[in-house]
Nanobody, 126 residues
């Protein structure tokens, strides 16, 4: 049973930073398509970032490019999302996800996730 557990969300002011973590159980992140998507109330799911751990390639949404970065620690079997220069429009529930579909992009992770976690809330105030 694969389980993804997110943590690190919270409330920050605009311009602040947060680092989300996703601990993966029942599977190894090595060699897989992993990523983050978010969803705000009344809005569609948006793929934020993805990493193909087999090739170490990353994909980031235009809306967060230059502010967010995705990384992983194979030894800890953990995925991260570093979020800098946060804006109020970044407010959403953030989910860690794994997809079995390639190419591994932020759009694929959002639309064709096989597993995802329970989410962690990020709230950015102006």
């Amino acid at each position: 049973q694969v389980q993804l557990v997110e943590s690190g969300g919270g409330s920050v002011q605009a311009g602040g930073s947060l680092r989300l973590s996703c601990a993966v159980f029942g599977n190894t992140i090595g060699g897989h398509c992993m990523g983050w998507f978010r969803q705000a109330p009344g809005k569609e799911r948006e793929g934020v970032a993805a990493i193909d751990t087999a090739y170490d390639s990353t994909s980031v949404a235009d809306s967060v490019k230059g502010r967010f970065s995705i990384s992983r620690d194979n030894a800890k079997n953990t995925l991260y999302l570093q979020m800098n220069s946060l804006k109020p429009e970044d407010t959403a529930m953030y989910y860690c996800a794994e997809s079995f579909t390639r190419p591994c992009t932020n759009i694929i992770v959002a639309s064709l996730a096989k597993y995802w976690g329970q989410g962690t809330q990020v709230t950015v105030s102006s």
